[in-house]
């Protein structure tokens, strides 16, 4: 499968905004061509370090949602029975994160993401959204990210409490106790080719927009 990267934008301090201006930064992905719709709203138990397509629960639903075989109301959770080297002691990045989420809603207008959240339990439990692909219309996403993949993942959190994300990891090595910063609302985007080491002009922009400057950009190598 190769080699992931798992990019993250978060304020410097980790808070929770308030419901409706984190609707605006998920709804600002589609207005400012950041990503494509349909957009799908989760809520659960979700973990900030699992967010390459092909790791956390987000990954699934996203698919399923886009082969029709999960709808709102449909769950997922992290699957334990066919891993061999399970191991509750080590946490994700590097260990595998438990995880568990339903889907609240779907659409394609963004202008339906903040009524749709007003009926979530925000603040309560965790909440993400998670859209189908990037906009690759937009030139500043193609160039970014070099050419149209449609396994690139973007996602919007706001978790229920803060949890803590490296800097600068990479989970084909050991932990190496490096410097972590704590992430409430963020935005993070898995991709496998593109520029690293900096984000994507297009999504900093939509992040600032809401968010505000002085952003932390942090990854994971997977």
């Not at 992430?183 to 809401?210: H, M």
Request: hydrophobic letters at 40%; glycine letters at 10%.
């Amino acid at each position: 499968m190769g080699i992931w990267t798992d990019q993250f934008l978060a304020p410097y301090e980790a808070q929770l905004p308030e419901a409706a201006d984190f609707a605006e930064l998920a709804a600002s992905m589609i207005r400012y061509q950041v990503a494509c719709a349909p957009w799908t709203l989760v809520a659960g138990n979700l973990s900030a370090n699992a967010e390459l397509p092909y790791v956390g629960i987000l990954g699934d639903i996203r698919w399923s949602i886009r082969d029709g075989s999960l709808t709102v109301g449909g769950e997922r959770a992290t699957d334990t029975t066919e891993r061999t080297e399970w191991d509750e002691k080590q946490l994700p990045p590097w260990g595998q994160a438990l995880e568990g989420a339903r889907v609240l809603a779907t659409g394609t207008d963004p202008a339906d993401i903040a009524p749709a959240l007003s009926a979530a339990p925000y603040g309560r439990e965790d909440i993400a959204v998670v859209f189908d692909q990037l906009e690759f219309g937009n030139p500043e996403v193609l160039n970014h990210f070099w050419s149209e993949d449609s396994r690139i993942q973007l996602t919007c959190f706001a978790l229920a409490r803060p949890q803590y994300r490296p800097l600068s990891a990479n989970t084909l090595a050991d932990p190496d106790n490096g410097p972590v910063h704590p992430v409430q609302a963020f935005v993070s985007v898995g991709y496998k080719l593109g520029d690293g080491g900096y984000p994507c002009p297009a999504i900093a922009d939509a992040v600032v927009r809401v968010l505000g400057p002085g952003l932390v950009v942090g990854q994971t190598i997977g």
